[in-house]
């Protein structure tokens, strides 16, 4: 199982010195949402010029117009950028559209669909996306009671491949592993780490074992 990192900081620079921390330790290195809405597109050109043996992962949630901002995050050298899997068809497919000029993936972030989440699971991975982010969001996971065994009940139920994001911690990830997800996702295990490298070291150890 690869493990990506979400670099939820709110500027370029502290992005680019958490990346450099936790690069050897991880296969993907994620742009998340606030740094693209911060820092703008060409924080992605600039993680990509750092780290050019790493995927990099754009996380637009784009929720319409999905091949053209696709195309935004193709351009500036993202290897995959997310849709939102709630979004209207023709924006899933308009991703994909790009997903295809470009040649680079399409992932659909499943992020606020709860209820019939497996059978809209199904549907995007029709539609041509590479792989579901099955995702509980940072709002969900601060409710009373979250757990993420859903999460990977629900990765198990669908049939297609998927990651798992939702504030995956170090006694969480072997589970993550063991429901077949193909990328682990974490954020807060990582960056809210006393030593961010460390801590990814031992969550891919652990992504691999
Ligand atoms: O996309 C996100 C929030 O919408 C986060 O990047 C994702 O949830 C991973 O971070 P964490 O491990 O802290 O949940």
Redesign the pocket.
Known sequence: MRLQV?L?VLDLPSALTLAGQVAEHVDIL?L??PLVKSAGIAAVSAIKAAHPDKLVFV?L?TADAGELEAALAFEAGADLVTVMGAADDDTVRGAVAAGRKYGKQVVA?M?TVVEGRVARIREVSKLGVSFVEI????DE?ARPGYTIDTLLEDGRLAGVPFSI????KIDTIGAVREAGATVA?????IYNAADPGAAAKELKKRATA
């Open positions: 979400a939820d994620e998340g949402t996380d949630k972030d992020i995702h509980a969001g940072l996971q994001a939702g504030g995956i996702v974490a954020g807060g295990a």
